[in-house]
């Protein structure tokens, strides 16, 4: 048994500032928040620090040199380690678009991490960001792989890889209903990403079945003309859709912290899931290269200025966030009461990928568990009730 004493406990999405409620855990659960802790167990002196649910990694490549489109079964298992130490506690690792077989190789790589316990953040699942994306809209996408959606590819997939857990696409396209039918069926969440799409058409995904935007802003249409009229694109059809929780990168780059700000206000708490969206460059130093995807064949990437750029400084080549700067972002640049920037970390990731058990600091849940400063830096990650990183 453990208890975790002396800490600003933050349960629901409010800070509670009295600090002597002390958190209980036992077998891997959290069994009570109370004023009289069990005399015999283990102690956590807290001295004053947040203790919140551990973070939700609902969309990333990599970290710290590593991309799973690396295929490398022993480099995914040292990345969930390194998640561990920026509080993370469970990880959707993301794959990006590129051929059947290079798809199948990444995924390869990470059926050991569904098979056995990690040393660090927990496996969830993959998230599959393609291959049906429109090329309008590709960004860092690469073309050449691009293709329409197809429900028979797609249910060899799931067939194959069950860990499976979410699928991107442009809705818009030839086929998208097929595919969007298929993975509701297999209880797989699906996501609008990439797309050229009007409002009316994301609203229809919607009622389809869709129900995460992936990286709001990013890759989407927005309002454009057509004869002279204004129609809403692919970002005000995920506004409007109640249904739709929208992801936004927490870097203070991608999405300025006026957009960070305003999408808290039309989406709300419980509809906005902070991410990373991060490549091999997080928690890399400054002056650091890679390339997006395979360590070889990928696009060149050097990290600067708190992103990662393409090697002549031309564009972004996408985020080296971590989740704690999500956090710190939401807070210290777009004004989100800690409350709820710790809530779009937690619950609600953990609730647009339908996990119950998980995302608060609830008896009966999880302890999934990160103590943190008011920078919110993090001194200790618990995952399952064990420490995992310790500051």
Known sequence: ???IK???LIVGGRVCDDTTKALVIEDGYIRAITDTPPADAEVIDAEGL?????FVELHTHGINGYDFMDADAAGAGKALVDYARFGVTGVYPTLMTASAEDLAAALDSLRPLAETPS???QFLGAHMEGPYFNAAQAGAQPPEVLRLPDAEEVTRFLNAYPFIRRWDLAPELEGAAEVIETLVLRDVVTGVAHTDADSMTILQAAIQGC??????YSGMSSVNRKDGFRHGGAVEGCMLADDITAEAIGDGIHLPPELLHLTWKVKGTNRMALVTDSNRGAAMPEGSAGRIGHYETGVPIVVADGVAWLPDRSAFA???ATMDRTVRT???EAGIPLGDAVRMATATPAAAMGLTDRG???EGLRADVVLFDDRITVHRTIVGGKTVYIR
């Not at 947040?50 to 551990?54: H, I, K, P, R």
């Not at 129900?211 to 709001?216: G, N, R």
Request: proline share 0%; net charge negative; glycine share 10%.
């Open 330 to 332: 939401a807070v210290y």
């Open 119 to 121: 040393d660090g953040a």
């Open 50 to 54: 947040y203790c919140s649910a551990g």
């Open 211 to 216: 129900t995460v935007a992936t990286h709001l």
């Open 360 to 362: 608060d600091l609830q």
């Open 6 to 8: 002396n800490a600003r």
């Open 318 to 320: 996408g985020s080296i």
């Open 1 to 3: 048994m453990l208890v």
